[in-house]
């Protein structure tokens, strides 16, 4: 191994808990003037500390590029030389897997249309058996975090020990101006769930265009993620993949620059007296809200025994539309939206008729 590598691979494990990390480079590697040029321009930006590329790109439909192959490996390779940046790439199958660590490829990823299929997950984390290297692994296309989690726990199996998490958007049938819908909260419980991974967001997947990107940096860090993957191409309007998301180095130093960091925590004192009041009082009103809830249960049962005394159905779906229609006027009044508000009262009414159930079976009149 060459002193350089070695001195790409000892940082490595200090860039793994820098804050934020920030990681960029093109969709895919096209040529090696384009790899080593992006590569250039972002060092010079001072403010990327992972390069990335895809050589071999999943696509959704055929005839699309798909990557350049392990020819490009060699460029990556050659980029790292020039800039010191790690560089990393996706993998989707076991001989991927093999082709990167033969060119000592730094970081590997797996993509939203691995990360959906158990089957090629386990070839890739089979691959890995023994190796250690940092992997990255995107949430699946569809909002499924079980695949999600499965897919770690297969990866952690294998025995890697540096693994991160990226949020890159799901795939949804509602309209939003997003290539891939977010899902904030989806991205919030896996964080909650894998408090110890890196937590990465993908504003370039999500956003599908450069111009909605600002704000979805803005709010990832916001959420406290760990850092960025933002992809980055020296003329992205002839990118050969994803050429609407993709900004040049100088334009995404622009768009780092504006983002404002705030911290987790603050040392002031005034803060955190402030801070401890608020959480009191949430954490009563939470209380409150609970004995509400509790309270409300209970009238529900007492409405099932008058049921059950008059062989009435449990459900009324006239008194249900009649409590919906009214909740959710008071609700526009109170600024409380409108998708919160149906699920919260899908929730309620569910909770409802399943203790209103309870109570006609265990007062069922008993068999003969
Ligand atoms: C990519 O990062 O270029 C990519 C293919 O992403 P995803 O797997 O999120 O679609
Ligand atoms: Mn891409």
């Known amino acids: 191994m060459c002193a350089l590598q070695v001195n790409a691979l000892a940082s490595l494990d200090t860039l793994w808990s820098k804050r934020p990390l920030i990681i960029s480079g093109p969709c895919s590697a096209e040529t090696r003037t384009q790899v080593t040029e992006t ?15 895809g050589i071999w790109k999943p696509r959704t439909k055929p005839g699309l590029f798909e ?4 020819k490009g490996l060699p460029w990556l390779q050659e980029a790292r030389e020039l ?3 790690p560089i990393m790439v996706e993998v989707a199958t076991a001989r991927q897997v093999e ?3 033969a060119h000592q490829i730094d970081v590997l990823w797996i993509g939203a249309r691995t990360t959906v299929n158990p089957f090629s997950v386990q070839e890739v984390a ?7 290297i940092p992997v990255f692994i995107k949430n699946p296309i569809n909002p499924d975090l079980e695949l999600w989690a499965g897919a770690v726990e297969r990866i952690e199996r294998s025995g890697i020990k540096n693994i991160g998490l990226i949020h890159r958007g799901f795939s949804t049938f509602s309209q939003t101006p997003y290539r891939n819908a977010p899902l904030w909260h989806l991205a919030i419980e896996m964080k909650l769930r894998f408090p110890k991974l890196v937590f990465i967001n993908d504003p370039s997947h999500i956003c599908g265009r450069r111009d909605l990107l600002g704000e979805v940096m803005q709010r990832a860090i916001d959420l406290d993620v760990d850092g960025l993957m933002i992809e980055s191409h020296i003329q992205p309007e002839q990118a050969w993949s994803d050429a609407a998301q993709q900004v040049t180095p100088e334009v995404l130093a622009t768009l780092l620059s504006e983002l ?11 803060y955190h007296s402030a801070l401890d009041q608020l959480r009191q009082q949430i954490n009563q009103l939470d209380e409150e809200v ?3 809830l509790a309270r409300r249960m209970q009238v529900a049962e007492q409405i099932a025994t008058y049921k059950q005394e008059n062989n009435i159905t449990i459900l009324q779906a ?4 009649e409590i919906m229609e009214r909740t959710l006027r008071r609700a526009g009044e109170l600024q409380l939206s409108r998708t919160f508000i149906t699920q919260y009262l899908d929730a309620l009414h569910m909770e409802s008729i399943s203790h209103q159930q309870q109570i006609l079976d265990k007062n069922k009149p008993t068999a003969g």
């Open 67 to 70: 990557g350049v192959g392990r």
């Open 318 to 321: 006239g008194r249900w539309q």
């Open 39 to 53: 590569a250039l321009r972002l060092k010079a930006t001072g403010k990327v500390d992972m390069l990335r590329a």
């Open 290 to 292: 609970l004995q509400l």
């Open 126 to 132: 089979d691959a890995l058996a023994g190796v250690s």
């Open 83 to 85: 800039t010191g940046l």
């Open 260 to 270: 404002v960091w705030r911290s987790e925590d603050s040392s002031s004192d005034a």
């Open 99 to 101: 082709e990167a660590l």
